[in-house]
């Protein structure tokens, strides 16, 4: 496995641009890598670079059909709406994307991260000020790997990739 690009295994965000530029070097490390799995949790996605030309640049180069990319979230009405790049991407990458609602989980307690098992956690862990951290301790990846277990268990599918008319 490739050593993590930080001189340290945790790196803290201390802005949005941080946490922005943390989730484009998440993707940008995950197409690397070849890891097999990608979860992303947030209550709406609204605040993320999901759209931007880099991450969908990235995320082109991840996509495989044996790998795996869950988005988790209280609800999605925002990511067609400010990521229309991201959304365009699916259209042709979908049988690798599952996106499940949360509805049980109360939007307060729905965590923001960005996970690939044994490979790396961006966490914020206070969402409004942009703290966080970027992690690829092997402790902390345990750990938010049971998390992520966990919140999915909660998860029903929703956000089809197309809708059916009448």
Do not use: K, N
């Not at 990458?93 to 109360?106: F, I, M, N, S, T």
């Amino acid at each position: 496995m490739e050593t993590p690009r930080t001189a340290t295994p945790v790196a803290p965000m201390a802005s949005r641009a941080d946490f922005h530029r943390a989730i484009a070097e998440a993707f940008e490390r995950a197409a690397d890598v070849g890891c097999r799995e990608i979860w992303l949790c947030d209550v709406d996605y609204a605040d993320w670079p999901l759209g931007e030309r880099a991450v969908v640049q990235s995320l082109t180069r991840w996509a495989c059909a044996h790998r795996r990319l869950t988005l988790l979230a209280s609800r999605f009405d925002e990511v067609p709406r400010r990521h229309a790049r991201w959304v365009a991407w699916r259209r042709h990458w979908g049988h690798v994307v599952d996106c499940l609602a949360l509805p049980q989980v109360e939007p307060s307690q729905v965590p923001c991260f960005w996970f690939a098992p044994g490979v790396q956690a961006v966490r914020l862990v206070d969402p409004r000020r942009y703290r966080g951290f970027v992690d690829t301790t092997p402790a902390e990846l345990l750990r938010m790997q049971d998390r992520v277990r966990e919140l999915a268990r909660w998860g029903i599918p929703d956000f089809p990739v197309t809708t059916l008319g009448l």
